[in-house]
């Protein structure tokens, strides 16, 4: 009896790179947002810069950069926030979900938050990544404006296909019988 089987390796469809986006916004503070407990969403923003999967998004100054819209969510975050952001682009839906955050630095005129999320992208496998807000208040308006960046570069999991787990689970059974028969 001959069987033959083909084993491959199939990886999952990460998400790898990085992505920045700049604009103005606003906390419940405009006075000092050392004492800032909100982000202010519907906020638009516009990529400054992306690498990877996020490298063909056109950035700030080329015709069709898309709107970034920003969620509303407190400081610190006291539970998830879905999406985080979000955008659409050339038929994709790109966004981020907020898992953790803190503020790592605050003062009368500069807020930093860091965090933890997942990044999305249609067609890709949802991916853990890191992300940074900066915000500072831009002269005597007290307007806020504000950075975001955030990164993904996970290492891709292989997973075993079907055949592979057969190919296994038949060489077991031929051990098994092999070794029976040299017990006789």
């Not at 063909?56 to 006291?78: H, K, R, S, Y």
Request: aromatic share 12%; glycine share 12%.
């Amino acid at each position: 009896m001959l069987v033959g089987v083909t084993a491959f390796n199939v990886s999952a469809d990460i998400i790898v790179g990085d992505i920045s986006f700049s604009g103005f916004g606003g906390t419940d503070s405009k006075e000092n947002l050392n004492l800032a407990t909100q982000f202010i969403g519907g906020t638009t923003a516009q990529v400054e810069s992306g690498s990877g999967d996020y490298a063909a998004i056109p950035v700030v100054g080329q015709p069709l950069t898309p709107a970034v819209t920003f969620a509303t969510f407190a400081i610190p975050q006291a539970f998830a926030t879905i999406p985080l952001w979000t955008f659409s682009y050339s038929g994709l839906t790109y966004a981020f979900d907020s898992l953790t955050m803190k503020k790592s630095f605050s003062s009368t005129h500069s807020l930093v938050i860091e965090g933890t999320g997942i990044a999305k992208i249609t067609g890709f496998d949802d991916t853990p990544g890191l992300f940074t807000i900066t915000a500072q208040h831009q002269g005597e308006s007290k307007d806020t404006g504000f950075s975001f960046s955030a990164s993904s570069d996970a290492s891709p999991v292989s997973v075993p296909e079907p055949a592979s787990m057969f190919l296994l689970g038949f060489g077991l059974v031929g051990l098994a019988g092999a070794q029976r028969k040299f017990k006789k």
